[in-house]
């Protein structure tokens, strides 16, 4: 018996959710939220912001299946589909892939404490400044800080290259 929107047992006027019914849309829903009476906290929140992400990078959902319980149940077990596959591995940058993937982390733990650290770590992406998610070592951490200051770099380049001239000459 499902109650009608404007009835006194539920709906938007009264704020009021049916218990015992899964809430979300399968391919975005977080895996705590694919079972029955799943616990859900502000990293549920990060996994749907990462799925909504990742569809927009890839136009297709997290999660694959056939039907939406196929779907559920491989969101239960974890099973998206990887950034850092050879499909995407070209087309989405490594550092915004490993975010993205940390979002949709099966454990609730490893995503980002709040959609704010979430976007706390796609604004230092977008800034052109290694993610956490990604781990960068240090020819990234070099190809970064040239990428946001080239004109920097060539000056101390050609200045080292004047000067190990200079030392060869003499």
């Known amino acids: 018996d499902v109650p009608e929107w404007d009835s006194e047992e539920g709906g938007l006027e009264t704020g009021a959710t049916w ?14 939220q694919a079972v029955e009476g799943g616990r859900t906290t502000e990293q549920t929140d990060v996994y749907g912001l990462g799925a909504v992400l990742y569809y927009i990078l890839t136009g297709s959902l997290p999660i694959n ?14 099973k998206v589909v990887s950034l850092h596959s050879p499909r995407w591995h070209k087309r989405i ?15 609730p733990a490893q995503r980002y404490g709040s959609a704010d650290d979430f976007r706390q770590e796609l604004t230092r992406y977008l800034h ?5 998610a990604e781990n960068a070592g240090l020819l990234t951490i070099l190809r970064l800080f040239y990428r946001r200051n080239p004109i920097r770099c060539n000056i101390v380049l050609v200045a080292i290259m004047v000067i190990n001239l200079l030392i060869a000459i003499s």
């Open 128 to 132: 052109g400044f290694p993610t956490a």
């Open 19 to 32: 218990s015992g019914r899964l809430k979300g849309s399968p391919g975005f829903m977080a895996p705590e």
């Open 65 to 78: 299946g056939g039907n939406a319980n196929e779907v559920l149940e491989n969101t239960r077990r974890g």
């Open 93 to 107: 940058p490594k550092g915004l892939a490993a975010v993205t993937m940390k979002a949709l982390s099966l454990d």
